[in-house]
Every structure is written in C-alpha cells, then in structure tokens.
C-alpha cells in the first residue's frame, strides 16, 4: 500500500529540480532589466550573469552527485535547496553586476547539490523497469520549466528584476520542509573515499577559461595575449583534469561510467543539443526585446507557447511508439530543432510578425526538444544502478550545463562579431549545424543494457 509520504516524496523532489531550472529561464527574461538597472550595454560583461551559474553549475554536478551518493541524498537536497534560497535573496541585494556575478555563482553552489540528489532519490524509488520512465519525468521539469519561467519572469520583472530571484524564497522554504517531512534518505558507499574535489576545480577553470575565451575575444581581439592565455589556460587545466581523473582513485567522473556506450553518447548528444538550444533561446529574447521592442511580459509570454509543446510531444511519442529506439527519436528531435533554427534565420525581420514569421517556428523547435530531451536523460541515466544514479545524473546534467555556458559564449561571440540583425542569422544557422552533430551522436547509441548494482543501498526514514 503507497503511504501519505511515498505519494508526497516525488512531487517535493520533482519540485526541486523545477525550481533549479525556472530560475534560469526568469533569468533570460530579466536580462534586459538588469542591464538597464547597472546601468551596462556591455554585453560581454552581462553574459556572466548567465554563465557564472552555467560554469559552477556544470563543474560541481558530478563531485555533488558522488558526496550525495556517500554522505546522504537527503541531506544534501536539504542543504543545496537552502544554499539555493539564500543565494537567491542576495542576488536580488546585489548593488552591482560583478556582485550579482558572485551571487549567482553560490546559487549555483545550491542548485549543484540538490539537482543530482533529487534525481537519485527519484530513481531509488521506483523499480528498475520504470527508471527511464522517471527519468524522462524528471527531464521533462525543465521543459515545464521553459514554458513557464519566462513568462513568470516577464511578470515579476514588470515589478522589478530583483522578484525574479526573491520568487524563490517562499518556494524553497515548502521544497525544504517537504522534503524533512515526507523525503526518506538514500545512502550508498558508505566508507568509500571522498571525490576529488581538486579535479572538479581544474574542470571549473577549464570550462571557466575556455568561456572567459570565446566571450572577451572579440573586445580583447582574437589575437591579443589575453585571448590566447585564456585558451591556453583552459586546455592546460583540462588536460590535468584528464590525467587526474584516470589516475584519483575516487575520480571526479569514474572511467568505468563513461564506459557504457549509451551514456556516453547520451552526454555527446546532450552537450551539443543543449548548446544549441541555449543560443536559441536566447537570440529569440534578445530578438523580440532588441529588434521588436517587446517588454519583459510580452517576450516571456511568447516565448512560452514553444515549450509548452514539450511535455505534450515526449507523451505522445512513447504512446504511439512504445518501442522506438531513443537514438532515432533524439535524432529526429534535433533535426526538427535544427529546421526549426532555418526558419528563423529565414523569415524573421525587423517588422515585429509573431503568429507568422516566429510561432510556427517556435512550436517546430518545442517539438523537436519533446522528442530529443527526454529521452537524453532516460538513455544516460536509466541504464545505471541505483548506487551510481546520483553521479550518473551528475555526469548528464553537467553535460546539458556546458552545452548551455558554450552555447551562450559562441552566440555572444557572433553578435559581438557581426552585430544585429545579421548576427541572429548567422547565430541560427550555427544553431541549425550544431543539431546535425548532436543528430549523428544519437544515432551512435547503442541499446542501454541494465548494469548490476555496485553497492546496495541503505534507505532510513
């Protein structure tokens, strides 16, 4: 018999992950209003704002995921979704962009923490032949997430920006005392040694340099010292990062994961689809808000209507094929994104024509993502054990984090190189190329075949 706690658990730790991925797409929206407050048109300067979270976010999933996996999911859903909140209230204090930069880098310190142990705690309890079900549930929140975020944030903007991050408070204090109430706590190897943090701060500044590179280039010139020792710094903390990794004996990301063919090519696909998307997404902003003059509700609310085809696609898809392969269904949701990116750069103009020359694009590009993001994370995630599901979905999720920080460098890098309008078309078509490879990664996956459990797991109440 299901119990008051078992039925109330997957809603709280559904919940958690929603409210990680909202707070992203409010963040879009307030773009605009930020740069008007702090009183900044440099656009490479703003663009941190974005990626601080993204850069922290991606590198700290996986060290997140394996300390969750060692020490208790439980505990640290509790203590990323605090760290989350009070991170959220600063960042509406902050009295600067630099400010707001390091706000937004400890809120992803929470976000990191609990995202993994959210998805673990889910995977832990249902049975191994619903997991990629709830994964794909569990995706499907940041779809929900899309569709929603922006158009709460075009509201709370109209009040000032400042709610877009305040918003969280009162959710984040019900997610915490959900999850004390009704969340029971999930252990796996206990005693085994503590992940190697130093590695994640060498992936950190990898990513944070190889960003630093592609978004300053065009101010500091792709040819001045700056650049280059960026470049060169991120390929030589990477570089250690590898050989490290293969040498730790508790590595930041076990080489025996990458191992299983579906997940790694799982995280291929997700890198390179989510870079996409992220670049989409955030030229369509900028778009309608720069081109069209379209305030912050308007923009959020027509933003929308694309995401909301998300959850509608994936459940429709896996009713009328049941059992399609996941590659070809990724494959065909990024071609479809990818068209859909063509059809921008084609028809959008700078006479504001929404039904017309975006929407039919725009719910092209929501299917697309309905079919492709789903099962991304059910491929990468349901062919693990229960004890390596924290750190499975660490590793997808810091996968989906870099897409989204390389996706917003090389878009910032093509409108600081060419300028508005040409550059969103230019920004499109890259879009459009970028499907094509994460289309030929999916079509690399092989069938996930279920892997024995490493270490059995320990539930307490």
Not at 244 to 270: Q, T
């Amino acid at each position: 018999m299901v119990t008051h706690s078992q039925r109330r658990a997957p809603v709280v730790l559904v919940g958690a992950a929603f409210l990680a991925g909202v707070d992203l797409f409010i963040v879009n929206v307030a773009f605009d209003q930020i740069a008007a407050d702090f009183a900044s048109t440099d656009l490479q300067q703003l663009s941190w704002v974005l990626n601080a979270y993204a850069v922290v976010f991606a590198a700290l999933l996986v060290p997140m995921g394996r300390l969750a996996d060692r020490y208790g999911q439980k505990a640290w859903l509790v203590g990323g979704l605090t760290t989350f909140v009070v991170a959220s209230v600063a960042c509406g204090l902050a009295p600067g962009v630099w400010w707001l930069v390091a706000f937004r880098a400890l809120q992803a310190v929470g976000a990191a923490a609990m995202t993994p142990a959210s998805l673990g705690l889910l995977l832990a309890s249902v049975e191994p032949d619903r997991r990629a079900a709830a994964a794909r549930g569990w995706a499907l929140t940041g779809a929900v997430a899309a569709a929603v975020g922006p158009a709460i944030g075009g509201g709370l903007v109209q009040i000032s920006w400042q709610w877009a991050f305040w918003i969280n408070l009162p959710a984040g204090v019900l997610l915490v005392a959900g999850t004390i109430r009704y969340v029971p706590d999930v252990r796996h190897g206990r005693g085994t040694p503590v992940p190697d943090l130093l590695g994640a701060v060498l992936l950190a500044a990898g990513i944070g340099a190889l960003v630093l590179g592609l978004v300053q280039g065009p101010d500091w010139s792709w040819g001045s010292g700056r650049t280059i020792a960026a470049f060169a710094a991120s390929v030589l903390a990477l570089a250690l990062f590898a050989r490290r990794n293969l040498r730790h004996p508790s590595p930041v990301i076990a080489p025996d994961l990458v191992s299983v063919s579906g997940f790694r090519w799982a995280n291929a696909a997700m890198l390179v689809f989510n870079g996409g998307f992220a670049a989409s997404l955030l030229a369509s902003i900028l778009w309608m808000q720069q081109v069209w003059g379209y305030d912050a509700l308007r923009t959020g609310l027509a933003v929308a209507i694309g995401p909301l085809f998300v959850p509608l696609t994936s459940t429709l898809a896996h009713r009328l094929a049941p059992r399609a392969r996941p590659g070809r269904m990724i494959a065909l949701g990024s071609i479809l994104f990818g068209a859909a990116a063509l059809w921008q750069a084609a028809a959008l103009g700078p006479d504001p024509a929404f039904a017309t020359a975006f929407l039919p694009a725009w719910v092209l590009g929501g299917i697309g993502v309905g079919l492709a993001v789903p099962n991304l994370l059910a491929a990468g995630t349901s062919s693990l054990p229960p004890a390596q599901a924290a750190t499975g979905g660490g590793v997808v999720s810091m996968a989906r984090q870099v897409g989204f920080v390389l996706g917003i460098a090389v878009l910032v890098t093509v409108l600081s190189d060419t300028g508005s309008p040409a550059g969103f078309t230019d920004a499109w078509r890259l879009v459009a190329a970028a499907m094509v490879l994460a289309a030929a990664a999916a079509l690399r996956m092989d069938h996930v075949t279920a892997r024995p459990a490493v270490a059995p797991a320990t539930a307490t109440a």
